[in-house]
């Protein structure tokens, strides 16, 4: 049986060793927490204004400033910064607290298109950063899909299938 | 709604802030590699060989050596040292890796006892630094305990109620 981590690989092309490249150099102290606050602000304000209604529902929910704040400390204490996110909500437990969203394939598809679009318009991020956070975002995204079914797992639906639409590698 | 933290904060008794004083100095710098095989290795000959058979059984299905080094890496990652654990194996995501077990309220505490024993056993580590690491587990501990509550939501079933047997602050 494939592990959480192989299926993450697969279906997003990205192998894990690219994936945590983010760990080879200290991307908080290269760009500065400004940095980091205004990708998560340009990438949600991509997400609320999304003409896809049935992404942008998905945050309906939750205020867009408190998503960018759980965003950005969570990359910030993720990419070598003060551990932000863990001081006032603990536990990144990522697959945990996707539980409540439906992360598919065609949801971690949008974010990433939102997410490639905001790290291209926040200028102070240099190539190199970028392709390491778009490959940590990349695998990262396919691991939530991964976990996404688990859930479904449980309720005693089958797995999604993703070999038929599997994504193009970074 | 109470969140995963704050029910963790309520059932384990260890706040927020003493949970992440771990944070505060670097554990990894201060105790080095091989005390956390060590914490690790004691641990886990503790779980294999219980006398409870409900609490030995819900790591039948792991090497003990596994279990080990999985435990390990993730400590010694998370208190400051090398990302060993996600080189190896990606995102901690302790809600959704621990999944698959049955972690109530009573494999908490079994969980802690243990644990609380290794620290004991491992004269390498300093009290306050064991303060900090068990603040740290038994937080934890019961954030997992809340996430485990997840599951039995999405199957319909009630959650477990905590409050009649609710442990004593560390």
């Not at 991509?46 to 400033?65: C, L, P, Q």
């Not at 932000?84 to 949801?107: C, D, M, N, W």
């Amino acid at each position: 049986m494939q592990t959480l981590q192989q299926k993450a690989s697969e279906w997003s092309g990205v192998d894990q060793q690219d994936a945590f490249a983010i760990d080879e150099i200290n991307l908080f102290d290269k760009l500065g927490l400004q940095t980091f606050i205004d990708l998560s602000t340009d990438f949600y304000t991509r997400v609320y204004d999304d003409e896809e209604e049935w992404f942008r529902s998905i945050f309906a929910n939750s205020k867009k400033e408190d998503a960018i704040q759980n965003q950005y400390e969570f990359f910030v204490q993720r990419m070598g910064g003060p551990p932000l996110y863990s001081q006032r909500k603990g536990h990144p437990a990522l697959i945990g607290r996707h539980r409540p969203f439906p992360v598919t394939h065609e949801a971690a598809e949008r974010w990433l298109l939102h997410m490639q679009q905001a790290l291209d318009n926040t200028t102070d991020i240099d190539q190199d950063s970028k392709t390491r956070m778009l490959n940590f975002f990349r695998h990262t995204a396919y691991f939530l899909v991964a976990g996404n079914d688990l859930k479904n797992q449980s309720q005693g639906a089958p797995p999604c299938k993703h070999g038929a639409n599997k994504p193009a590698a970074v």
